[in-house]
C-alpha cells in the first residue's frame, strides 16, 4: 500500500512502503525500493506493484532494487472521501509549480501535508545544522499550531467552548487520516484527542497528566516507539519542559536548558550528534516557521508565485539563523548507557530542585565530551565498502566507506576532531561514499588522491568539498611519503593502465610502518597489480636504491583487497607479504558474498589469522611493547599475537 511519493535522491529514486505482500506471502516490515530509473507518478493509485530483488540488508531493513520502471504499475485508486486523496490532490496541485519553484514547493508539500520525503539534502542539511530539523517536516508541532489556532477561534474569539472541544476532538482523528499515521503526528494528536474528551466529559486533566497517558496509549498502540528516536526526543522534551520548567516560575533561560539538557543526551546516543543552540533557535524560529506553515496552506489552497516568493523569503530567514547556530553543532560519542539512565532517574528525583535536575542530565554529555586516547589502527566497519583509520600525534583516514552518515558516527565515537591527511585509494563508491560529507563537516587539512582513474560522480564530489573547504590536493606519485607523527606512510603505485579491472588494479597501496611493525592496506587491487607487486617490479625505481628493497611487501597485517573478492589474494602475493594478521572489509549480507570462501581457504593454509568486519565490528589494532593487540567490537576477548 502507498502512503509515501517517491523521493529523489541525485540519480537514483527511492520509495518507502510501510507493508507488502511478495509471493502472496504478508510482511508486516516497512520496504523501501530504490530505482535509478524515472518511476511513473504515483497519482490517486492505491499500491504498488513491482518486479525486482529484495533482499535483507546489513541493518535488518528489507530492500528492493529496480532495474526498469517498467517493472513498476500501480493498483487501485483512493476513494474521493478518503482524506490521503485530499492530501495528495493537493501535493500534485503544488507540484505543477515545481518547475519555477523547486525548493518552495518541496517546503510547503513538508509544512502543509507532511511529504518530507520532496525535500532536497540541501534544505535538510541547512536546518540539521542548526538543529532546527524537526521544524521542518510535518509534525506535532504543526499538530499543535493547527488546535490552538481553532481553540483561539472557537473558544475565546467566538466564545463556543463546547464546539470548539468537538472540533478538537475530530481534528485529532482526521489529523492521521490526512496526513498519514506517523509516530510524531499519532502522539501529537492523541494528546490533543485527550484534552478533548477531558474536556467534553468535564473531567479535571493537567498537561503532566496528558503527557503520561498519551505516551502510554502511543505505546500500547506500537510497542516498537519504545526504541525509536522520535519517540523518545519528543517525550524527553516535553517532560522537562512540564516537570523542571513549570517549576522554574517562569525562567525561561532556565527552561531552555532544562530542554536542551535533556534532548542533548538522547541525541549524542542515537546520532552521536548535539545542537547547543538547538532549544534557544526553536523557540526563535517558531514563529517564523508558523508563519512558513500558514503560507504553505494559502499556497495549497491558491498557488501563485507572490506566496512562492513570500516562503523563499522566510526561508532564507531561517537559512540565516541556522547558520548562525551551526558553529555550535557537531558529532561526539555515545555517552554511557548505564550512566544515560542514572541520569534521567536522577533528574526524576531532583525534579523538584530543577538546577540539581539540570546537572544531572548533563552528565552524559560531559562523560562524551570527555577526550578518548587515539587508538593506532582501526579498521572501522562501515558495511561494505573500506575505511581505516590511523592515529598517533596526527589522523590519517584512508577511503570512506560508501555510506557519510555512518562513517561520521564512527569517527564521532572515536573523538575525531581534524583529519591531517584523508587518503582516497581509488573512487568507487563503496570506498569514497562518506568522505565528501567528512570533509564538510571535519577539518581536512589535506587531501591525497591518485590522478589514475579520477573519474565519477564520487569524485566530483569530493573534489568540489576540497575547493569548497580549500583543502590542499596532493596528488600521489609512486612512493610518495609522509609522516604522520611516529607512523610513517609510503604509497605504491603502477604507472600503467591495466587491461582488467582498472579501476581496482589503480587503488594506491599504502605501507605503515607503526613503531616496529608494518601494516599493508591494499585497496582493491586485483591479481594483475598484486603480481606485479610481488614480483618486485616497481613502476619507477628511485635511484640509489637496490632493486626490490623499496618494495619489500612483508608485512605483519595485511588489509585483504577488495573485501575477500575472488580475484585477489593470490598465492604468490600472500607468500611475498607474510602477514601474521589479516582483515576483510565487507558488509553483512552483503550481495557480492563477500568474503570468497577460496580467499578464506588460502588465508587458513598460511596460517594467518583473519579477522572480519561483517562479523567482529570496527577491529582497533594496538602495539603494546611491541606486540600486536587486536580488539574486535563484536568478539571474544582479544587474541595476543
Known amino acids: ?375 593506532p589502527l582501526t579498521f572501522l566497519d562501515v558495511g561494505q565498502g573500506d575505511a581505516i583509520l590511523v592515529r598517533d600525534r596526527e589522523t590519517l583516514l584512508v577511503d570512506g566507506g560508501p555510506q557519510p552518515e555512518r562513517l561520521l558516527a564512527l569517527l564521532a565515537d572515536r573523538s575525531v576532531r581534524r583529519i591531517d591527511v584523508m587518503l582516497l585509494t581509488h573512487a568507487h563508491p563503496d570506498h569514497c561514499g562518506g568522505l565528501p560529507a567528512v570533509m564538510q563537516r571535519i577539518s581536512v587539512g589535506e587531501l591525497w588522491l591518485s590522478p589514475r582513474r579520477l573519474r565519477g560522480p564520487c569524485a566530483t564530489s569530493l573534489l568540489a568539498a576540497a575547493s569548497e573547504r580549500a583543502v590542499p590536493i596532493h596528488l600521489i606519485r609512486d612512493h610518495d611519503r609522509c609522516s604522520l607523527g611516529g607512523i610513517a606512510l609510503t604509497t605504491l603505485l603502477a604507472d600503467r593502465t591495466f587491461r582488467r579491472a582498472p579501476e581496482n588494479n589503480s587503488s594506491v597501496v599504502v605501507r605503515l610502518q607503526i613503531g616496529r611493525r608494518r601494516v599493508l592496506l591494499t585497496g582493491d587491487i586485483e591479481r594483475d597489480a598484486e603480481s606485479e607487486l610481488a614480483s618486485g617490479r616497481p613502476a619507477r625505481q628511485p635511484s640509489g636504491v637496490p632493486p626490490g628493497g623499496v618494495y619489500a611487501l612483508q608485512a605483519d597485517i595485511l588489509k585483504v583487497s577488495h573485501h575477500g573478492s575472488r580475484t585477489s589474494t593470490t598465492a604468490p602475493f600472500l607468500e611475498a607479504v607474510a602477514p601474521k594478521l589479516a582483515v576483510i572489509s565487507c558488509g553483512r549480507r552483503n550481495l557480492f558474498g563477500h568474503p570468497h570462501a577460496a580467499v578464506v581457504r588460502a588465508l587458513d593454509a598460511q596460517h594467518i589469522r583473519t579477522w572480519r568486519t561483517d562479523r567482529s565490528g570496527s577491529i582497533e589494532v594496538t602495539f603494546p611493547n611491541g606486540r600486536i593487540a587486536v580488539h574486535p567490537q563484536i568478539d571474544t576477548p582479544p587474541p595476543r599475537f
Open 1 to 375: 500500500p502507498l502512503d509515501r511519493d517517491w523521493s529523489r535522491r541525485g540519480a537514483a529514486a527511492s520509495l518507502r512502503v510501510a507493508s507488502f505482500r511478495a509471493d502472496g506471502v504478508p510482511f508486516a516490515r516497512e520496504l523501501l525500493i530504490y530505482t535509478h530509473s524515472s518511476p511513473p507518478p504515483i497519482g490517486f493509485a492505491r499500491s504498488i506493484r513491482a518486479e525486482g530483488f529484495a533482499r535483507v540488508d546489513e541493518r535488518g531493513t528489507f530492500v528492493m532494487t529496480i532495474k526498469s520502471s517498467r517493472l513498476i504499475s500501480y493498483q487501485g485508486a483512493l476513494r474521493w472521501w478518503q482524506p490521503s486523496r485530499w492530501n495528495r490532490a493537493l501535493a500534485m496541485r503544488l507540484a505543477a509549480h515545481a518547475r519555477a519553484w523547486p525548493e518552495e514547493v518541496a517546503l510547503a508539500q513538508a509544512l502543509a501535508l507532511g511529504r518530507g520525503e520532496r525535500l532536497d539534502d540541501h534544505t535538510r542539511e541547512e536546518f540539521r545544522r542548526g538543529g532546527t530539523y524537526h521544524l521542518l517536516v510535518f509534525s506535532g508541532m504543526q499538530i499543535a499550531f493547527a488546535a490552538a489556532a481553532i481553540a483561539w477561534v472557537l473558544r475565546w474569539f467566538l466564545h463556543k467552548p463546547r464546539v470548539s472541544d468537538w472540533l478538537l476532538l475530530t481534528f485529532a482523528v482526521m489529523a492521521p487520516l490526512f496526513i498519514g499515521p506517523t509516530a510524531s503526528v499519532s502522539r501529537a494528536s492523541i494528546a490533543i484527542g485527550l484534552y478533548a474528551v477531558s474536556r467534553i466529559l468535564g473531567r479535571p486533566t493537567s498537561l503532566e497528566n496528558l503527557w503520561c497517558v498519551s505516551a502510554l496509549l502511543r505505546l500500547i498502540a506500537a510497542p516498537t516507539d519504545l526504541a525509536d528516536p522520535a519517540f523518545h526526543l519528543t517525550y524527553a522534551g516535553a517532560g522537562a519542559l512540564l516537570f523542571l520548567g513549570r517549576t522554574a516560575r517562569g525562567r525561561w533561560v532556565l527552561s531552555a536548558l532544562a530542554v536542551e539538557a535533556a534532548i542533548t543526551p538522547l541525541t549524542l546516543w542515537h546520532f552521536r550528534q548535539y545542537a547547543i543552540a538547538g532549544s534557544a533557535m526553536t523557540i526563535l524560529m517558531s514563529p517564523i516557521v508558523f508563519a512558513m506553515l500558514i503560507v504553505s496552506a494559502a499556497a495549497c489552497a491558491l498557488p501563485c508565485d507572490p506566496l512562492f516568493a513570500l516562503l523563499h523569503l522566510l526561508r532564507e530567514v531561517c537559512a540565516f539563523m541556522n547558520d548562525f547556530a551551526a558553529p555550535l553543532s557537531g558529532y561526539l560519542p555515545r555517552p554511557p548507557l548505564p550512566l544515560l539512565v542514572l541520569a534521567f532517574g536522577l533528574a526524576f528525583v531532583l525534579r523538584r530542585r530543577p538546577p540539581l535536575a539540570i546537572a544531572a542530565l548533563l552528565l552524559p554529555t560531559l562523560a562524551a565530551a570527555w577526550p578518548r586516547p587515539p587508538v
